[in-house]
């Protein structure tokens, strides 16, 4: 029972997660804003359209959309879940994760190429170029998390992780910043990127997905609104016992991933979009974070380096 | 073995046969059928030997110094024999359409097949030989002919310019084989390889010293930096059914090369071994830079192939470091991983390789900033080539995943050792396989995504059009390859099983069933994986159901006079990417403009230096070259000086046969 709410609700979760950072956005800059679900009539709205396609665009344009959400589900299916725990779980399960997501921004990437726009095309050089700095430094983190507790799949690395102490906290808070930066980054928002934007020089993933209507494009924007969930989950799972079966998990992990919608919102009210070539600036700091982490776990669990 | 020398000599002598048939036609049909037959041949003994794992042998006396000479066929030469003999018919099918082009034309059709023929039949042999100096003989064959083969449009300059380089550097990557197979015979007394495995199983310098002649010399062959630069440069020139199997095939014999030296030192020595994993990460990431800032297709699959041999090179370092440290877990899933990724490489490669000759053939041109589009003319080549370049990217459910996989799982189990030293060259490896992984991403989307997708750059020529079924029956053939080995791993996993126990006989069993298990449920995840985008695929038919869908031109902001010009470039496409690696990729920028009142015309020129080549292998021929020229006074062009030289010639014979006497 308890799962079968879980499943619902996650369904739901990444309407709450953006209608979350736009209320913030909105509450902070003195507006009233729109209905918490908006995000979910928007998603209705798209579905009953019709569409329109450009005439340069071939099968790839089809199928992207298709890719792209599918990808993100079943890389939902890797991650542990308060109670539910993954659903797909083998050794190095991680990798799995990681890939499932660059064969989603695989597909964006050439659909996007597929309109023969110069935005799109401008829009997908900058995806590319930004996730060459994200991808290296997740794998950091996840590899970080292995050497901690010398396992290879999330399900087991979250477990341990949840019973030890000391200074895993640390290390946790560490990568929760990275993860943040990584959430930034990969869900397109402040200081990376403005999803208000659609055009702009400054845009990014928004400019992307400019062609894309009616079905598509509900299934591009609730991809998008599902992989800020997946990734805050990650984040939230560093933090929550995942294996206890009991109501206060959920409720920590929950609590988590509204806070950090929350906390998305504040950073977009509070910062400014950065110039794009001081992006790659702020992703690095990614990198450095983990390789921090990675530093202080050699250094206590192996007794110095 | 019988079997299995039929068929090396069937090559051979279907070579042979070109030369007596007139009509160029002929030609490709013969060695068709040929290469067809080699395969009965040739086949069930190589699946005899990877499915219950036998050794079959074969001894041959030679005149001296060769001697007596062992031929041996046992499971890891079996792999490479597997790869050699079916590329070779996948591209004598793809030569009977490719090389249509070339009928009664100036170029030799003859010489063509002869030297294909030696390719092959000298790389099949390369495999089995078990003696040094038969060795070096095939492997000096195996370098010719292939030499031969890329000139083979030998009146373009830059085509002769590349041949010429190739084989240069092929003759200083043999001369570093010649000096470790004659040091080692030297030692041992026979040029067997068998008896070689004292010397080099023994943890002294000797041993190092000889590891790393071997290594550099395979590894010129193999194409790790700094030995790569001939790569880029013969891989272009060659006509594309050579070219893919020099990339896919061929380069894998160094590979091949650099695993026997392994299997006779036993355990490696720690240090050697987190040399090549270093070198080898270097590799990949010289490798897919380099490709990144290409505009020739050709030249961009070549860097690829360097890359890809820097991932399987990883996983022989990682090979080497499980042994080292007796993990055996970290050993299997590494030479696992390298082994499969030599297997993968040739799949996908040749196939890239195939598409990119069915672009050139219709467009003349192999520069993509001068394509686009061509997904509308040949849609089939077009899915075909973007199936390799997924399975490239190593992406789920195509087979480049399941080796990185395998590499990037072995390195995780590092993290478990207690070694400080372990731990931190796996996170570089592991972090750096995930930079490697992206950035062949970014090059293929790009590659794909400016070549086939948007719409045409510049007018073509004429329209283009698909393939023949013969081009485009190979690429076809290794698709499948793609989903079967991506999808259902275990089948080749399977068949590895003998090789892998080559390198490791202790308790392999209970490793590999995990190993086994663990492929067993990726592929579960990968049917579940195909179901989810079957479900949302359906989703998507049901909500778009007698929907009104419109045909309209790309959104173009209001801007009214739009040119398929002002779309991006390759090189655009790129340029954020490579700013921000500038150091590693220098670009050479020309301008040439006139200022005048009015806008005059302009140009402008950019290309893109190699850096590896630039800081490893241009000081040393600078080097070499400045050392040489000291002695160019002995060739001065006067007549009296050689004659000088013939008298001075004498003079010392004259002296040493008096004083012998």
Not at chain 2, 160 to 178: C, E, T, V
Not at chain 2, 463 to 484: R, W
Request: with cysteine.
């Amino acid at each position: 029972m308890l799962t079968a709410i879980q499943i619902l609700f996650l369904i739901f979760v990444p309407f709450l997660f953006l209608g979350i950072i736009n209320r913030v956005k909105a509450v902070w800059a003195g507006r009233k804003g729109s209905p918490l679900l908006q995000p979910f009539y928007d998603f209705k709205k798209l579905l009953r359209k019709g569409k329109v396609i450009s005439k340069t665009t071939s099968i790839i344009f089809k199928i992207a959309p298709t890719v792209n959400l599918s990808s993100i589900i079943f890389a939902f299916l890797i991650l542990p879940l308060p109670s539910i725990g993954s659903v797909i779980s083998f050794q190095g399960d991680f990798i799995l994760f990681a890939y499932a997501l660059g064969l989603a921004k695989f597909f964006t990437v050439i659909a996007a190429l597929d309109t023969g726009s110069s935005f799109e095309g401008m829009g997908a050089s900058r995806e590319v170029t930004f996730s060459t700095i994200v991808e290296p430094a997740f794998f950091i983190v996840i590899g970080t998390l292995a050497l901690l507790t010398g396992q290879t799949s999330f399900a087991t690395i979250i477990n341990l992780l949840s019973a030890s102490a000391g200074y895993t906290i640390l290390v946790k808070i560490l990568f929760a910043v990275s993860l943040i930066i990584m959430i930034l980054t990969e869900g397109s928002r402040v200081p990376v990127d403005d999803p208000n934007t659609h055009l702009e020089l400054t845009m990014i993933h928004e400019v992307m997905v400019l062609d894309f209507s009616g079905p598509d494009l509900a299934f591009i924007l609730y991809g998008s609104g599902l992989k800020l969930v997946l990734l805050t989950s990650l984040l939230a799972d560093l933090f929550i016992p995942v294996n206890v079966v009991s109501v206060y998990p959920l409720i920590i992990f929950m609590g988590i991933i509204f806070l950090t919608s929350a906390l998305i919102g504040m950073i977009e009210s509070l910062i400014a979009r950065a110039r794009m070539s001081h992006v790659p600036q702020f992703i690095f700091l990614m990198t450095a974070l983990s390789l921090i982490a990675f530093a202080v776990v050699i250094f206590f669990l192996r007794g110095g380096l | 073995m019988n079997y299995f020398f039929s068929g090396v000599l069937l090559f051979f002598l279907a070579g042979v046969v070109t030369i007596f048939v007139r009509k160029d036609e002929w030609k490709s049909i013969i060695f068709l059928i040929a290469a067809s037959g080699a395969q009965i041949l040739i086949l069930p003994t190589l699946f005899s030997s990877l499915i219950f794992g036998n050794s079959f042998s074969a001894a041959a006396i030679f005149s001296e110094p060769i001697g007596a000479a062992t031929l041996r066929l046992d499971p890891l030469a079996s792999v490479f024999a597997l790869i050699i003999s079916a590329g070779a018919l996948l591209a004598a099918i793809y030569s009977l359409g490719y090389m249509k082009h070339y009928y009664g034309g100036k170029y030799s059709l003859s010489a063509f097949y002869f030297f294909f023929g030696l390719l092959i039949s000298s790389m099949l042999l390369v495999v089995v030989v078990q003696n040094s100096i038969l060795f070096l003989i095939v492997w000096e064959l195996m370098s010719v002919s292939s030499f031969f083969l890329v000139v083979f449009e030998n009146d373009k300059e830059d085509v002769r310019k590349a041949g010429l380089y190739y084989l240069i550097a092929m003759q200083i990557g043999a001369s570093f084989l010649i000096a470790a197979f004659s040091w080692l015979g030297n030692l041992s007394g026979s040029y067997d390889f068998a008896s070689f495995k004292n010397i080099l199983s023994a943890q002294n310098y000797t041993a190092i010293i000889l590891f790393s002649l071997f290594f550099i010399g395979f590894g010129t062959k193999a194409g790790f930096v700094p030995f790569h630069t001939w790569l880029p440069r013969a891989h272009p020139a060659a006509p594309t059914g050579v070219s893919a199997i020099m990339s896919g095939v061929m380069i894998k014999t160094g590979i091949y090369g650099i695993l026997r030296i392994i299997l006779l030192s036993g355990v490696p020595e720690v240090h050697l071994a987190y040399a090549v994993f270093i070198i080898s990460f270097v590799t990949g990431i010289v490798g897919i830079l380099n490709a990144i800032s290409q505009k020739d297709i050709k030249k961009f699959l070549a860097y690829s192939s360097i890359e890809n041999i820097g991932i399987i090179g990883m996983g022989i370092g990682l090979g080497m470091l499980g042994a080292a440290y007796n993990i055996p877990l970290i050993e299997i899933l590494g030479y696992l991983g390298a082994i499969l990724h030599s297997v993968n490489h040739f799949i996908f490669k040749s196939m890239l390789f195939y598409g990119a000759g069915i672009v050139y053939q219709n467009t003349n041109t192999r520069n993509i900033e001068k394509l686009g589009g061509l997904i509308k003319f040949m849609p089939v080549t077009s899915i075909l080539f973007l199936t390799g370049a997924i399975a490239i990217s190593g992406l789920p459910m195509f087979n480049g995943f399941i080796s990185e996989f395998a590499i990037y799982l072995g390195m995780a189990k590092g993290f478990a050792s207690a070694n400080v030293s372990l731990n931190i060259f796996m996170l570089i490896g592991f972090s750096g396989l995930a930079l490697i992984g992206i950035m062949a991403m970014v090059g293929f989307t790009k590659l794909f995504g400016i070549a086939f997708l948007g719409s045409p750059r510049e007018p073509f020529d004429k329209t283009p059009h698909e393939g023949s079924t013969a081009l485009i029956l190979p690429m076809i053939v290794l698709s499948v390859f793609i989903f079967v080995v991506g999808i259902f791993p275990i089948t080749i996993i399977q068949i590895l099983n003998p090789v892998l126990r080559q390198f490791n006989n202790i308790n392999i069993e209970q490793q590999f069933s995990s190993v086994f298990s663990l492929y067993t449920s990726l592929t579960g995840a990968f049917i579940l994986f195909a179901l989810i985008i079957f479900i949302v695929f359906l989703i998507r038919v049901y909500f778009l159901r007698n929907k009104k869908v419109e045909q309209f031109k790309t959104w173009d902001c209001g801007y009214q006079a739009v040119s398929s010009r002002l779309q991006y470039t390759g090189s655009s496409y790129s340029l954020p990417f490579l700013e921000l690696v500038a150091e590693f990729v220098p670009q050479k920028t020309v301008v040439e403009t006139q200022y005048e009142i009015f806008p005059a015309e302009a140009h402008l020129k950019t290309s893109q230096h190699d850096f590896a080549e630039r800081l490893f292998v241009q000081p040393v021929l600078k080097f070499i070259r400045r050392f040489l020229t000291m002695f160019a006074w002995i060739q001065s062009g006067r007549m009296q000086q050689y004659i000088l030289y013939g008298l001075i010639f004498l003079v010392i014979i004259l002296i040493w046969i008096f004083g012998a006497m």
